[in-house]
């Protein structure tokens, strides 16, 4: 039977071999840099807001390990679309299914794609790496200044 642990894998390498909206937004009016400490992951969120509140555009420039790197396109393409107001609501949920005990199974209707980074919470050390993205965008959002950090 095939289990979420290869969809897992086969995702991971997918996005990372091919990360979508990779690449600097043309038009952008919020953005932020993020950096893992741990293991040197390095990316730069750009996000176009209409002046409805709608996430109209988001990409990330960047390197890091296969992880960080499928975590951003993976979120990219989960937040495009999604008004600001509901931005937050969906990155508690990203955190709570990335840090949950390993017996909660992850909603896969509500969270979509996202529900095979769930795999990253059997590598403990490697969730910092999975949110890096998250962190990052939280900060483009808030217009924060500050680099953002998962220390």
Request: hydrophobic content about 40%.
């Amino acid at each position: 039977m095939f289990d979420l642990r290869d969809l897992y894998q086969q995702v991971i390498v997918d996005h990372n071999k091919s990360p979508r909206n990779f690449g600097k937004l043309e038009k952008f009016n919020h953005e932020a840099d993020g950096y893992n400490p741990l293991c040197g992951d390095r990316l730069h969120v750009y996000l176009n807001v209409n002046d409805a509140g709608l996430i109209e555009e988001v990409s990330f420039e960047g390197e890091g390990c296969a992880i960080s790197v499928a975590s951003a396109s993976l979120m990219t393409e989960a937040v495009k679309g999604t008004p600001l107001s509901e931005f937050s609501a969906k990155f508690d949920m990203f955190q709570h299914m990335v840090t949950a005990d390993l017996s909660e199974v992850p909603d896969e209707e509500v969270l979509g794609k996202l529900a095979v980074l769930s795999g990253v919470r059997e590598f403990p050390s490697r969730i910092k790496c999975a949110v890096l993205c998250w962190h990052t965008l939280k900060s483009a959002v808030t217009d924060s200044d500050e680099v953002a950090k998962t220390e």
